[in-house]
């Protein structure tokens, strides 16, 4: 199956027409979509997910898993909607008698963009796809959908977009509420139309560098630009600190470490490409554990044979940089099931491109201070990861404020790879880990990225919109003259 | 004064050092801060309103209020910072009993994207300028400043930059929390060397569509795009309902239309560029009744001969523009003083072009139906006004879900000129009104355009930001797992 542009017309159009309706749903009736939604994807798992194994390569688990996320995000936004806290009211209540001039009554709500336009994932076939974390929080902040499903799931996209239709009429809201598109094909011109329809009034985007600037750049090309939120690149940084390595046993401290550099095949945003350790002796220990481990991995069959062919030459490129030796090696899987392999580099050059799959790459550092001249070269990443001990305070003190100004997310003694879904996550970060850094792509605050704020001025009180009323029939927290009352 | 692409660099640098220390105040001293910059501006207030009123020709009256409303401005952010509530605080605690895996702990605060770029506006040398409101929220946030000041009023700008900076130092702050640059000429290098320095971070701009056009297209091609927050054109549709027009006294109707539209010589973002009137008998007498007023009106002196010239070629352009006639025309008022002008057009076709000044047109309509689809076929605005009486409840029904998607605020039975600073206030609104839409430019929610997110994971205690920890030094309300908590 492949959409053809009158589709994309005809999704946008509907998604256009919905937007009306579909906006003016109470916290409760999209509270009980985003429910239904999740209720019928569960209703329908089990081909979802014998679907999402066959055309993934992923274990079994991690799919069931995976369904299990996608429809928690659904309910935490659920959940989100129903508290309210995301319409942001504002009241700044009349003044009648104020010299020299009375002031209005003034009063604040957020409203949606409009219909959204998501690009499904390669590597989440489910979570951060058709109805993934994008979709979910733009049907949450009251946007209808338009996904733009990824040609390597199209039989696990189109279970899910058929279990998400099922739900919007259920809940009796207009069809154009959500869409699912496809082209099996490079998708490029499918997509291309998706960004530049008038229609579409933000972007959601989880995929290559290449592929979200070129979405970017049709964006701000439009007669009205429009947001894009590309999740793009990430090699994220990880450190280690002497006196974690002094202090953890090396076999199961390098374990650990090749095991989140090949979860999955290593296909993560998160995973962890870069780490930084320590000249000298211990850290040439944790480097010969390594290779140990690498070398008894096995390589996983990857998403499609075309991310297999891009990491078989991303391996082969890093090998052929200047100052750069191969440390461990795993065993090839099969086709498209590439070995994991773990680099030394001399120095940063030419090893900060990210290589997508289980390849990394280790930087001896010297001291603190090189090692935080050496992360403050860095470009912005999704999250950067600390092993300290107590023995290290002083230098994780000087190295939090370099990586947070890096990163979305810094974290402490473990690993970067698995991203919690909550209320404190941020899964973003400065250029050009996202096109974007004043967002979240997981958790709930990825609800604003699709609302903008509207002043309401002494509008008269049988018109005000729920949200605003004196009354405050939603029982909203409320900000009043700058204060938050409940 | 010029300053040198050298001046740019220096000032910048100077920014990027002091950032650190300048981001790590606590709420307490940046708000004391921020009220020494009000109190420096007082204290020099003769002087500064001696230039403004010398360099803008615009009123003392009008200079003097805006000197009260640019050192509100910063008492206001002021107390957003020692409130805290733009840190954003959210805590998911770690569950470490959960299954199948322990959930980490999750903290998440707002950063300061680091050195702001700030463009001074012509028509406001106060509240828009070098101390004023994208100034305030940038300090607010945490931000240097690098102020580029407007060339109309050098003086002034001189004199504000000079107060903030006594501000800077008597709090003990880096010399490059806030620098002052000027280019009498153009500005236009000046200004793009600025935006292009990889060391800014972000832009404030009032002024052209042209400019801030060029701004953003600029800063979309840095190698590190940054968010560009540029308020640009609005012709602020007011729309009058039959109901109104039945009620009101119309020569004080007309005569509350014609001073908004020429206030301060027309020179406001908010300016009533545009007026939709009901066809008939009572419309016309409305038209009457504007004619009247505009023909007592007198020409004031425009901000700069430039300003005036294209007062004078977008006013010729609208007379020959097919199907414009005039309704009415003030009294020239000297040199760079035009007269007001207000013309009727009978569509909206070429009249729908900002010119900045007191020109306003006014279109008629039939029915509530065909008002809507011209609404709707409107750009994005700041404003749009409603004027309606109790008889008009439908129409306003039925106008108020057009309207609020098409601008930032929407304000009944009043004029949209005068925009009341306070926490509930949006000055803002789609494209090409404002380059950014899901922001405002004034009011204290000003500050979540200098932010973005950073989610802390399992951070040990004593490497917890202060807004993070457990004991929650600042006393600042946080979102604990979800729900917010004081």
Redesign the interface.
Known sequence: MTSTTTEVEAATTAAAEAF?AYR?TTPEQRGAFLEAVAAEIESDKDAIIEAAVAESHLPLARITGEVGRTTGQLR?FA??VR?G?HLGV???PALPDRAP?P??D???RM?P??PVAVFGASNFPLAFSTAGGDTASALAAGCPVVVKGHPAHPRTGTLVAQATSRAVEQCGLPAGTFAFLLDEGSGFELGQALVKDPRIKAVGFTGSRNGGLAL?ETA?RRP??I?VYAEMSSINPVVVLPGALAERDIAVFAQAYVGSLTLGAGQFCTNPGLLFLPAGEAGDAFLRATAEAVAATTGQTMLTPGIAEAYASGTGRLKETDGVSVVGTGTEGGEHAPAPVVAEASTLDGVTDEVFGAAGVVVRYADTDSLAASLDHL??QLTATIH?ASAD?KA??QL??VL??K????????WPT?V?V?????H?G???AT??????SVG??AIERF??????????A??LPEALRDDNPWGL?R?I????E?
């Open positions: 009306a003016a935490m959940e989100v508290r806290d504002r009241i700044d001039l002031r209005p003034v009063r604040q409203i963009l409009g970017a701000a009205e630009p947001p470009e912005g300290s305070r994780a003190q939090l404020p947070e100004l990163v979305g997310r810094v974290l402490f003694n473990g698995g919690e909550g209320h404190a996550m941020v973003g400065p250029f050009p096109s974007d850094s004043r967002t979240t709930s605050r609302q903008r704020p509207v002043a309401y001025q002494d509008v008269p049988d018109l927290t900000r003259d700058g204060a938050l409940r």
